[in-house]
């Protein structure tokens, strides 16, 4: 594998550890509220709370980390279109991917994110925090389960 940048290794180093810190957040969260967790956004769509601190969990590192990128969040708007239109990046956040799993505790949640600079997705992660499972990739460098290669299988 080719070195990756320093500006990227840095995020992808980033992203990695405060996913892995929003996991252990949604379900601390999920645990001690249990029978409070679930507003409705609309039909059929749901946020909980454990949504919501996940969501201020990266606004506010990404903002105090990398003060040149800005967030777009499922559960909130992008920072300001001049923002992203200046910024070095923007962090794309689902804060728990799979809500009614979540909610059901069952083990098929997540939480993923993404970089993207100039256009171009540069790093995604994903963290299946019931089943501890990152994946992670940088454009270019290939794709990692934990930190073990994975790829596409040969199988027709």
Same mark, same amino acid.
Request: proline share 2%.
């Given at each position: 594998m080719r070195d990756i940048p320093n500006h990227i290794q840095n995020r992808l180093d980033f992203a990695k550890d405060l996913i892995l810190k929003s996991g252990t957040l949604a379900q601390d969260i999920?645990?001690?509220?249990?029978?409070?967790? $679930?507003?409705?956004?609309?039909?059929?769509?749901?946020?909980?709370? =454990? %949504?919501?601190?996940v969501d201020d969990l990266w606004r506010s590192a990404v903002a105090e980390t990398f003060t040149g990128d800005c967030m777009l969040t499922e559960e909130g708007d992008l920072d300001a279109k001049s923002?992203?239109?200046?910024?070095?990046?923007?962090? $794309?956040?689902?804060?728990?991917?799979?809500?009614?799993?979540?909610? =059901? %505790?069952?083990p098929m949640w997540g939480i993923s994110v993404a970089y993207i600079s100039q256009g171009v997705g540069i790093i995604g992660v994903l963290y299946y925090p019931a089943l501890d499972m990152l994946l992670w990739a940088v454009n270019g460098h290939g794709a990692y389960m934990n930190d073990t290669p994975i790829r596409v299988s040969d199988e027709a």
């Open positions: 999920r645990n001690e509220n249990a029978s409070d967790l $679930v507003s409705e956004k609309g039909v059929q769509d749901f946020v909980t709370i =454990a %949504d919501k601190a923002a992203y239109e200046n910024a070095d990046g923007i962090w $794309v956040l689902d804060p728990i991917d799979g809500t009614s799993n979540f909610v =059901a %505790d069952l």
